[in-house]
């Protein structure tokens, strides 16, 4: 690429430029005798800039392995803001946003899942339990699912055995949600809760427990999660450039930089598949628009420093699991909601959901996208998506994110039409409340939707 | 403790038969309770906890330990494809256990933040037979004169006799099934030498099984109609001790008569080797990077071990 590159450099500087470059340079005559003219790679020029910033490129490309590509590609340490998912800022979604190019679509995208619930028919006693005795699971007993009410005797029907019934036993898993809030919250002696430290009382250990005991009753539906990997508390980083701005004060005071951003994230739970999950729309659809922000992302506020500029999903390039299927985050003790109704700022609630599951999973789709080689330079042949849930242990969002380009940086944006997309729920209750052993207004929906999120999987599976 | 597993048995009145018991055995060599391309799962397991888990190079033993103890749950818990009654178990992080027992005249007890706990809603069956039970009358439990069995135990003023197993009263999942000790310590002097974890599993088994012998059957000493059982098991991200302890008789006080049985499979290595960085000697490769010595049989304990019960 260095000579007609070098040659149309050549042509621009001396002559107009004409709208169409020919692409298809012609080959150039197999007998020159002379090497290529091309700027200078170590003048103080700005053609010479341009020419140390094709090499840069060219390094990358042509780096003889992932690892090797990640390591150039963050090779330069400069300053730059670090981007935190869950933050208490005002209307960071929109900013966040912005900082990714993602667009915003409210709701989830309609699934040709083919899961029907078995809703009717079988109401479930909310795990009323006869105390002192070991009750067995009672999905049978028609009862209403108030606590207290009822003989939980009836035996398991040989109908609910997992096999191959096309539908979702929704007693059952209810149960087995049930019994993981519980124990957690009621049946276990703890001790009271550190200061500031109730989400990792309660909400941490319950959500484990019912992701892991989801995940482990639905993998006979699900082949993917078979093979899929659980990591406890993993860590998630990207790297990358987006917008320009001319630098403030200090030694390279005046000069035009790329704003570079870092996400560090560490996810509560996340699952790693082998394979990826289809798209959810082609690459190149607009589902809407971008919000545009006008001021610093130091307004925001975020702030700069200079550290390792990390890519990492979770697991090193290694892993045969490097694609993402579905992350948890538990919203710390900070960020709790009695804080914003305290601070009058109820309507940043849900501001705060939807910035934590953009700026995640935007952070872990891209690195996944690196992982398989691609950069700005080189954007994504086909999207990348994943799946996240964000709670507190009571309210539970749902997000779905695609990744449709990665060139966000300022040449690379120019001419390209492409978008990210994320579709995204507000938050809902799973429960009511807990008391006296037993859950009070819980809510099959939102369980649904956990259980629909767990099962999506390619469609040859 | 500083006898080991010999004090530890003389504590808890107990005797040692080595190796695992003929049903663990059992469901180890039955074909049919293999995961298909377990070997593969378990391999995939210890890399990703050794070398791929974090952006170091090498990760630390206080991360790599749990990370490849949840990997292999989460492999064992996959079989709940097979046996759906798997998915009624329940693994308890953080739990406190307190048991009391009098001992030749010592009032002994364990308490507090042990291990890992996985309860189930129904027990173990019992898995020594009625004969093997009586035959433990005549054993004699070894004592270590002039050293007393108390000598490296902590002396505490004891208020209340408390025995509690950790859960309140209508918990549905109220059969302690295995515990699940990890040693993560960075460094050596921090973790238990497998001597002392093997003792250390035992008293800690024997607790949980007092404590819910005391609450099924009251506080009175007496040999139990229905022993219980309590499997064990820890590791210090290598080298695995099974065990399986079965309670049967809560009268401790004197030495002789019906005693306590434990099986133990001690020193169970899961790997050799896990080399992060190739080994290099004169700009040559000596060793490249991987894991050496893997041996599928450890895995094997551990899956059977689990599905131990519900089998």
């Known amino acids: 690429m260095a000579a007609p590159a070098g040659r149309r450099r050549l042509l621009w500087r001396g002559r107009c430029w004409f709208s169409q470059t020919e692409s298809a340079a012609p080959l150039q005559p197999p007998d020159s005798l002379y090497p290529p003219i091309v700027a200078s790679a170590t003048a103080k020029s700005k053609a010479a800039k341009r020419r140390r910033l094709e090499l840069f490129h060219q390094r990358v490309h042509g780096a003889a392995s992932i690892e090797e590509k990640l390591r150039l590609y963050g090779q330069l340490q400069r300053p730059k803001y670090m981007v935190y998912p869950q933050t208490f800022a005002l209307n960071a979604d929109r900013w966040y946003q912005s900082f990714t190019k993602t667009v915003f679509v409210p709701g989830l995208p309609p699934r040709a899942a083919s899961v029907a619930a078995k809703a009717p028919g079988v109401e479930a006693p909310e795990a009323a339990r006869t105390p002192g005795g070991a009750a067995g699971v009672t999905p049978e007993a028609a009862k209403a699912p108030e606590a207290g009410t009822a003989a939980p005797g009836a035996a398991k029907t040989p109908g609910l055995a997992a096999g191959a019934v096309p539908y979702l036993d929704m007693g059952e898993l209810r149960s087995l949600a049930c019994d993981a809030l519980l124990q957690e919250s009621f049946y276990q002696h703890k001790k009271r809760p550190f200061l500031y430290r109730e989400q990792d009382h309660t909400p941490g250990p319950f959500l484990t427990q019912l992701v892991s005991t989801l995940a482990a009753c639905l993998c006979g539906r699900n082949p993917l999660l078979a093979a899929s990997s659980l990591d406890l508390k993993p860590e998630v980083n990207y790297y990358w450039h987006h917008g320009e701005e001319v630098v403030v004060h200090g030694h390279r005071k005046g000069r035009v930089d790329p704003v570079r951003f870092q996400i560090d994230d560490k996810p509560h739970l996340q699952l790693r598949v082998p394979k990826q999950l289809p798209e959810i729309v082609p690459l190149e659809s607009d589902l809407g628009d971008v919000p545009v922000i006008s001021d610093k992302p130091s307004k925001l506020p975020l702030f700069k420093k200079q550290y390792e500029n990390k890519v990492f999903i979770g697991s090193k390039v290694a892993d045969p699991c490097c694609y993402g299927h579905t992350q948890f985050h538990l919203i710390p003790d900070k960020l709790k909601r009695e804080r914003f109704v305290r601070a009058n700022l109820e309507d940043q609630i849900e501001v705060l959901y939807r910035a934590n599951g953009i700026a995640s999973l935007f952070a872990w789709t891209a690195a996944q996208a690196m992982y398989q080689g691609f950069w700005n330079e080189a954007d994504v042949t086909r999207p990348f998506v994943s799946q996240a849930v964000v709670t507190d242990g009571k309210y539970f969002a749902f997000f779905c994110y695609q990744l449709n380009t990665l060139a966000l940086t300022v040449e690379t944006i120019q001419n390209n039409p492409r978008k990210n997309i994320c579709w995204g729920t507000k938050s809902k209750p799973l429960y009511d409340v807990v008391e006296d052993g037993s859950v009070k207004g819980f809510n099959d929906e939102v369980l649904l939707q956990l259980v629909r999120f767990l099962l999506n999987r390619p469609k040859e599976l | ?311």
């Open chain 2, 1 to 311: 403790l500083f006898q080991g597993v010999r004090q530890a048995q003389w504590l808890t009145k107990t005797k040692l038969v080595e190796g695992l018991p003929p049903s663990v055995l059992g469901i180890v060599d039955n074909p049919a309770h293999q995961l298909e391309d377990h070997e593969e799962g378990v391999k995939r397991a210890i890399s990703h906890a050794r070398f791929w888990e974090t952006t170091e190079v090498a990760p630390r033993r206080e991360h790599y330990c749990p990370v490849l103890f949840e990997d292999l749950i989460h492999l064992c818990r996959l079989m709940s494809v097979k046996y759906p009654s798997l998915t009624k178990r329940m693994l308890a992080r953080n739990y406190k256990i307190s048991a009391t027992w009098e001992r030749e005249s010592i009032l002994l007890q364990v308490r507090g933040l042990n291990g890992i706990l996985m309860n189930s809603l129904a027990p173990i069956p019992p898995v020594a037979s009625k004969e093997e039970i009586l035959a433990t009358e005549e054993h004699v439990l070894e004592t270590f004169h002039p050293i007393s069995p108390t000598i490296d135990l902590q002396e505490v003023n004891v208020y209340k006799e408390l025995n509690d197993t950790g859960f309140r009263d209508g918990y549905p999942y109220s059969h302690p099934h295995t515990l699940f000790f990890l040693e993560s310590a960075n460094i050596r002097p921090n973790r238990f030498r497998p001597e002392q974890l093997r003792a250390k599993m035992l008293m800690f088994a024997f607790g949980n099984a007092l404590a819910k012998a005391k609450v099924l059957y009251g506080n009175d000493p007496k040999v139990l109609e229905q022993p219980i059982v309590v499997q064990s098991v820890g590791t210090d991200g290598q080298l695995f001790q099974f065990m399986v302890f079965q309670l049967n008789t809560t009268d401790l006080v004197s030495s002789d008569g019906i005693k306590n049985l434990v099986w133990i499979d001690s020193d169970q290595n899961l790997y050799e080797k896990a080399q992060c960085v190739p080994e290099v000697k004169k700009r040559v490769v000596t060793k490249p990077a991987g894991i050496y010595g893997f041996q599928p049989d450890t895995f094997k304990k551990f899956l059977a071990l689990y599905l131990h019960g519900t089998v």
